[in-house]
C-alpha cells in the first residue's frame, strides 16, 4: 500500500522557521519526482516545489530564496525547509508524487500542476499556520 505521510507542520510567528517531513512507502521513492503542494483556505491548489531524481530542484516565486526542498532516500523522506515564513504561506502542505514522469521542462507551468492535482500519490498534509 502506497503512503505519503507529513510532518512538521505547527504555528510560528512571521520570520520563523518551519521543517516539513515526508515519509513514503509502498513504492520505489528513489525512482519518483517528488513535490510540495499548498492549498490556503478558501483557494485553491498552488504549487511549492519538486525535486527530481537527478537532484535539479524547482520552486514557485513565491517562495524561491526562502523554501528549500531535498530528500533522503536512505529514509524515504523528503524535506521542506521553510525559513522566513510570512502570513501568505499559511495552508495546508501536501506532498504528491506523480505517478508519470513529467519532463523538467514542464515543471511549475499549468499543465504540470493539474498532471500532479490528477496523477499523484498524496499524503493527508500538515497544518502550517504563520501569524503573529
Known amino acids: 500500500e502506497v503512503q505519503l505521510v507529513e510532518s512538521g507542520g505547527g504555528s510560528v510567528e512571521p520570520g520563523g522557521s518551519l521543517t516539513l517531513s515526508c515519509a513514503a512507502s509502498g513504492f520505489a521513492f528513489a525512482n519518483y519526482d517528488m513535490s510540495w503542494v499548498r492549498q490556503a483556505p478558501g483557494k485553491g491548489q498552488e504549487w511549492v516545489a519538486s525535486?527530481?531524481?537527478?537532484?535539479?530542484?524547482y520552486y514557485a516565486d513565491s517562495v524561491k530564496g526562502r523554501f528549500t526542498i531535498s530528500q533522503d532516500n536512505a529514509k524515504n523522506t523528503v524535506f521542506l525547509q521553510m525559513n522566513s515564513l510570512k502570513p501568505e504561506d499559511t495552508a495546508m502542505y501536501y506532498c504528491a508524487a506523480p505517478k508519470f514522469f513529467v519532463p523538467e521542462g514542464l515543471c511549475g507551468g499549468g499543465f504540470f500542476v493539474k498532471f500532479v492535482q490528477d496523477n499523484s500519490y498524496w499524503g493527508q498534509g500538515t497544518q502550517v499556520t504563520v501569524s503573529s
Open positions: 525535486i527530481y531524481t537527478g537532484g535539479s530542484t
